[in-house]
């Protein structure tokens, strides 16, 4: 068993070093806001819903899974530039993103060390399945050098926590 967690814990290492090369300050676009508005009424209204103006009290909205958002809301709360980000490319609209911070930094990392965790315990479904390492090994690398949960940890999207459930 110790050998075991030595393995998982280099597998969640490994794809926590590597996903810190994948992070960027880009802006978000498209859903994103979607994602990033409910968090941001959730967070500032206690209310899981949409805003029609950043001032405006939010009408409550279920047209989206709650998980991913309440994890930005609960981000922001540990974060207060994250929110402070967040507010201002909602606000703009994404129109004056140039004027905005962009400090995403403290959801993304979340968002590796989930990944990672999860790899770590895939690979473990993996050696209690097959019983081979290299099998086990392998996989999780495809996995990860195919660059789907570097991308997703990038995006403020809900497959950045959904596919982790979806992996698992």
């Known amino acids: ?45 206690g209310v899981f819903g949409s805003q029609d103006g950043i001032n405006d009290f939010p009408k409550p909205d279920a047209r989206f899974a709650p998980l991913y958002p309440a994890l930005l809301a609960v981000t922001m709360h540990i ?53 081979s390492k290299l099998f086990s090994y392998s996989t999780v690398g495809l996995l990860l050098f195919s660059g789907t949960p570097f991308y997703y940890v990038d995006h403020f999207l809900t497959e950045s926590l959904y596919l982790v459930l979806a992996f698992i």
């Open 79 to 131: 974060d207060e530039d994250f929110a402070t980000s967040t507010e201002c490319y909602l606000s703009s609209g994404g129109v004056n993103e140039n004027n905005c911070s962009g400090e995403f930094y403290t959801v993304k990392v979340i968002q590796l060390l989930i990944f990672a965790l999860s790899l770590g315990y895939i690979w473990y479904l993996l050696i209690i399945i097959s019983s």
């Open 1 to 45: 068993m110790k050998q075991t967690c030595v393995h998982i814990a280099a597998v969640s290492i490994i794809t926590f070093l590597l996903g810190l090369f994948y992070i960027t300050d880009r802006t978000p676009y498209s859903d994103e806001y979607v994602y990033l508005g409910h968090a941001h009424t959730l967070y500032s209204y």
